[in-house]
């Protein structure tokens, strides 16, 4: 790796040591066999499903950062390449879980209808509109793509965390707690990128607000069933506890470079149910 | 035969080079010819997720075997270019992530209005499209087979020889999940053989055309792909393209070698 790059953060996140160090098929390692004595709630099912299917969503997500400037980043696109593979494993993690407890797998069955709210809007937007807007944007898009991504992190994590605390199941909090390592080194790559460009650019700061006033979270949560969100939005961000998860994941985003109060506010409120 | 993609992705790994002996190219190196040649492997190889994206702008991305097959594919080409850049560092030519963002700023508004032009045809036709993205990635990886192979062939040296080995026995694996894809999806529908037919007709070119500078293109074909064993080559490419349903016929390989002007 050339290290050309910003060095203030201390040391830079080494790609090539990701690549070479990625992990694959966990199977082995799930303590399956304990859900046969102690299978899932109805509840952590569904968030186990939905939670597949976002982690699956790779190749939909790979698409629309590709239509854009971030695709002639070769750093980004080799992190990118392995995120994809860590996490097409984490979902078969997921479904491996799923089958433990007697459930077809997270793909397996027909998603319901998606969301038709007009804040969407900006989200669904195809392929077609995000490679015309991404000739506009430039270089600076790859920092949005890096802090949603960072962002996209936290949420996730939060929602593991809460499917570990109220499944109160041994074996599945095992499961969560191997995916958590797994994406801690996914949230650090985006921390450092979107630390590092929001810092060295003002168009990438004006540009990600933008977004982030209008992002639907999690990512990908567009192409995701209307009820699998709604379930999600009670399940991880409901009641006033669940309020105060959302409000510390905006107070996070808004001491990011160039964010702020209302950025982060904005985020928040759009996690709740 | 239909391709087992949870067989694939289970077996899915990266290529492995730890135990052959790169390091003997510091005493007995390649030749400049070759090492031009494997730089534009190299780049090409680690520019295949950008080529995901034109495949992802169709409806194709929603099916789940498709992504799972992407998502491996994608990791193997990306090992791909990282072990022929190990070759290519043992020779002291350094490929580093940042210095294929540099070639791929380069490219210009060509580059810029293709996944747009990919998604419009994309809507156009829906799912026939697909087919003929799967045609067209057969194509490309019969393609990266043969060069393999004609390489090897070339150099002679044992070391390199099984490292690409190894590289094509993966390409052959592609191969098998592209065709698969693209025999089906011609024979449900005479619309797909026809735009296949077309697009790979009148706008294929030697895989890289895209990304290398015409010179670099010109020098790969001559050296992997000229005089009669080079033909033959071809040949082989083009026999297994105009196998597929709505195909036959069609040279593609042979044709753009002739507009190339590469020596038959
Ligand atoms: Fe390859
Ligand atoms: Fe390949």
Redesign the interface.
Known sequence: ??S?GDIRSGVRFN??EF?RT?RG?HRDELHLDEFASAPLSDESLHAVRYLGRLE?A???H??NL??TAT?????V??F???W??EK?WIADALDAVLEANGQPRA?AIEEGRTRTAHADARDRR???RR??S??RQGVPIIAVHMTTGLIDEWITRTAYERLSAVSKSPALAATIQLILDVKERHARFFDDEARRRLSESPRAVKLTRTELLHAVWPIGAVDRADSDRSFFERFVFGGSEGADRAALIGTRVAALPGMDARIGSTVAQRLLP | MAFDVDKYTATSVSVNWDDLDLEKFRTEPLNETSLRTLRYMTDVEYHTVCYTRDLLTTPSHKEADMSAFMTMWNREEFWHGEALATVLGIHGVTVDFDELKANRLKLGWKDRLDPIKQSVLGKIVGNDFVAVHMAWGAANEWSAIQAYNRMAELEQDPVLAELLKRIAKQEARHVAFYTSQARDRLAKSKKAQVIARLALGKFWAPVGSSIMERSEVVHVMNHLMSGPEGRKAARKIDAAISGLPGLEGLKIVEDSLDKLGIAA
Do not use: C, W, Y
């Not at chain 1, 695709?71 to 750093?75: C, E, M, S």
């Open positions: 790796m050339t050309s790609v090539r690549t990625a098929n699956s790779t190749m939909e790979l698409r590709l239509v695709h002639k980043d070769a750093r696109t080799a990118l390449v392995t994809a593979f097409f793909q195809g392929p077609i490679a015309v991404a000739i």
